[in-house]
T-cell receptor, first 114, second 112 residues
Framework: AQSVTQPDIHITVSEGASLELRCNYSYGATPYLFWYVQSPGQGLQLLLKYFSGDTLVQGIKGFEAEFKRSQSSFNLRKPSVHWSDAAEYFCAVRKTGGNEKLTFGTGTRLTIIP | DAGVTQSPTHLIKTRGQQVTLRCSPKSGHDTVSWYQQALGQGPQFIFQYYEEEERQRGNFPDRFSGHQFPNYSSELNVNALLLGDSALYLC???????????FGPGTRLLVL
């Protein structure tokens, strides 16, 4: 069964600093990969996704992620964070080939300090 | 274009009661999935409905059941509520043939 690991439970970053959130997955082949963001009391908003092709994907709000097959990783990055980026971030995977289920990591809570 | 909507937003029940949560998918979407998100955890897949049938199910007991209507909206029913059922319940929809699911704001259920 596939699994997702987000090793950082909580990260604190200064406003304007760069950000990298880590995500590792376990799956026999290359799955579909997603990053979602959840603000307090809200549902999940899709930031970006990877299905195939270029391993560097661009998303909304200035986020990007890079798929590295050799490391089974899909880390999320942003060059300069804004106070509004404070939220919970979830990495998720889905098997290719019609399997509907999304498997999520436990999330990384991002705090932004002035 | 309305996104995924869920009702109610919040709900308080007592142990042993039954609850029904509702979801309207994004316009043009015909597939609905339900997830449970316990506090401090990532969402866990409950089940998925397409063409009014349950197509896939996660590791949840039979107390969790669902339904999909001809207009693609869906209900999640939980019987014999336990304290551990307290969570945020998320509905997600997609169009068959597309790979991306879109999530609603969730229903927060508290079981006392």
């Amino acid at each position: 069964a596939q699994s997702v690991t987000q090793p950082d439970i909580h990260i604190t970053v200064s406003e304007g600093a760069s950000l990298e959130l880590r995500c590792n997955y376990s799956y026999g082949a290359t799955p579909y990969l997603f990053w979602y963001v959840q603000s307090p009391g809200q549902g999940l908003q899709l930031l970006l996704k990877y299905f195939s092709g270029d391993t560097l994907v661009q998303g909304i709000k200035g986020f990007e992620a890079e798929f590295k097959r050799s490391q089974s990783s899909f880390n999320l990055r942003k060059p300069s964070v804004h106070w509004s980026d404070a939220a919970e971030y979830f990495c998720a995977v889905r098997k290719t080939g019609g399997n509907e289920k999304l498997t999520f990591g436990t999330g990384t809570r991002l705090t932004i300090i002035p | 274009d309305a996104g995924v909507t869920q009702s109610p937003t919040h709900l308080i029940k007592t142990r042993g009661q039954q609850v029904t949560l509702r979801c309207s998918p994004k316009s043009g979407h015909d597939t609905v999935s339900w997830y449970q998100q316990a506090l401090g955890q990532g969402p866990q897949f409950i089940f998925q409905y397409y063409e009014e049938e349950e197509r896939q199910r996660g590791n949840f007991p039979d107390r969790f059941s669902g339904h999909q209507f001809p207009n693609y909206s869906s209900e999640l029913n939980v019987n014999a509520l336990l304290l551990g059922d307290s969570a945020l319940y998320l509905c997600a929809s997609r169009s068959r043939g597309q790979e991306t699911q879109y999530f609603g704001p969730g229903t927060r259920l508290l079981v006392l």
